[in-house]
C-alpha cells in the first residue's frame, strides 16, 4: 500500500477562488481526519470520519469550510471562498479503528498559499 | 472535549544528553497516548505509544511514561543524535473522545553536536 495520499502537494490560489484538497485513505482503514497545521496553532483537528460519517466537525474554522467522504478511501476538503489567514500545511490521516493499535498514518500534506 | 498540553515548546541539548517532554490530557477516559516525531518539511510519524493500561514503555533510546492519577505522560530520549532533532507531538486518545486523536501543540527539539 502505498500510504495516505495527499493532492495536490502544493496550491497557491488567489484569495476568493475555492480550494478542494483530495485524500485517498489506506486501503482497509476506516477513519480520517483532517488537520490543519500552522506555526501559530499546530496541528488542529478540524473533522473526523468514522465509516464515511463526520463525527465531529467541531474544529472546522468557519461555514467556508467543508469536508466529505463520498466513499471509504477518499475524502475532500474545500473552502470556499478561500482567504489568505487559511494558508497552512493541510494533512490527512487514516486509522484503523477496532484494531489493537490505532496509529493515524498521515499524508505527505497539501501546502496551501492563498494570496 | 479532550485537551492536551505540552511543555516545552522548544528544548535545545548538546549530542549525547537526555531529553524529556512532558504532557498533560484533560479526559479521564483517554486510553492511548501517541507520540509523533515530525521533521522538517515531512509528515509526522508514529515513534511510540502507551495505553492506558501500561505504566512505562520503551524502545531502545526512546521511552514514555503515564500517570494516569495525574492525567501526565512523558517522552524520555536518551544518549540524543543530531537526526533526533524534530518537532514531537504528544497526543491523547479514546475515552469520550473515542478515536479522535487530539494533539499537543509540539516540542521543537534541537541536538546540538
Known amino acids: 500500500d502505498a500510504g495516505v495520499i495527499q493532492s495536490p502537494r502544493h496550491e497557491v490560489t488567489e484569495m476568493g477562488q475555492e480550494v478542494t484538497l483530495r485524500c485517498k485513505l489506506i486501503s482497509g482503514h476506516n477513519s480520517l481526519f483532517w488537520y490543519r497545521q500552522t506555526m501559530m496553532r499546530g496541528l488542529e483537528l478540524l473533522i473526523y470520519f468514522n465509516n464515511n460519517v463526520p463525527i465531529d466537525d467541531s474544529g472546522m474554522p468557519e461555514d467556508r469550510f467543508s469536508a466529505k467522504m463520498p466513499n471509504a478511501s477518499f475524502s475532500t476538503l474545500k473552502i470556499q471562498p478561500s482567504e489568505p489567514r487559511d494558508s497552512a500545511v493541510y494533512f490527512c490521516a487514516s486509522s484503523l479503528l477496532g484494531s489493537a493499535s490505532t496509529e493515524a498514518f498521515f499524508g505527505q500534506g497539501t501546502r496551501l498559499t492563498v494570496v | 472535549g479532550e485537551n492536551v498540553e505540552q511543555h516545552p515548546s522548544t528544548l535545545s541539548v548538546q549530542e549525547g544528553d537526555s531529553a524529556v517532554i512532558k504532557c498533560t490530557y484533560s479526559?479521564?477516559?483517554?486510553?492511548?497516548f501517541p507520540w509523533y516525531k515530525q521533521e522538517l518539511g515531512k509528515r509526522p510519524q508514529l515513534i511510540i505509544d502507551?495505553?492506558?493500561?501500561?505504566g512505562e514503555k520503551k524502545d531502545q533510546r526512546i521511552a514514555v511514561t503515564l500517570n494516569k492519577t495525574a492525567k501526565h505522560f512523558s517522552l524520555h530520549i536518551t544518549e540524543t543524535q543530531p537526526e533526533d532533532s524534530a518537532v514531537y507531538f504528544c497526543?491523547?486518545?479514546?475515552?469520550?473522545?473515542?478515536?479522535?486523536?487530539?494533539f499537543g501543540p509540539g516540542t521543537s527539539l534541537s541536538v546540538i553536536p
Open positions: 502507551i495505553r492506558s493500561n501500561v
Open positions: 497526543a491523547a486518545s479514546g475515552g469520550t473522545s473515542y478515536d479522535k486523536v487530539i
Open positions: 479526559d479521564s477516559a483517554s486510553n492511548y
